[in-house]
Nanobody
Framework: QVQLVESGGGSVQAGGSLRVSCVAS????????MGWFRQAPGKEREFVAR????????LYADSAKGRFTISRDNAKNTVYLQMNSLKLEDTAVYYC?????????????????WGQGTQVTVSP
């Protein structure tokens, strides 16, 4: 069982930056690939980024490429999402998720554990 707790969300103006974090419980954090998803009001949850168990391999949605960076610190059981050049359309609840799969999973159904989410609001 893995419990995930996100933090770091908030309000920021367009063009600004924000870093969200996700801390995992347990001693098996490095056994999971980690992903970030987001869900805006009235929309489906969508993939944002993924990082492999070691942190060596990352994958991004087109909307995140060049602006967002996913990273992890296995010693701290933490995964991060650094978001730069934020746009109004980045406004959403951001969720971290853990996956046992070693494939490059972008489907939310392939993730086994989820956090409760943290709100990110980008204003003009």
């Amino acid at each position: 069982q893995v419990q995930l707790v996100e933090s770091g969300g908030g309000s920021v103006q367009a063009g600004g930056s924000l870093r969200v974090s996700c801390v995992a419980s347990g001693r098996t954090f490095s056994s999971y690939a980690m992903g970030w998803f987001r869900q805006a009001p009235g929309k489906e949850r969508e993939f944002v980024a993924r990082i492999s168990r070691s942190g060596a391999v990352t994958l991004y949605a087109d909307s995140a490429k060049g602006r967002f960076t996913i990273s992890r610190d296995n010693a701290k059981n933490t995964v991060y999402l650094q978001m730069n050049s934020l746009k109004l359309e980045d406004t959403a609840v951001y969720y971290c998720a853990a996956s046992r799969s070693t494939n490059a999973e972008t489907n939310a159904g392939r993730y086994d554990y989820w956090g409760q989410g943290t709100q990110v609001t980008v204003s003009p």
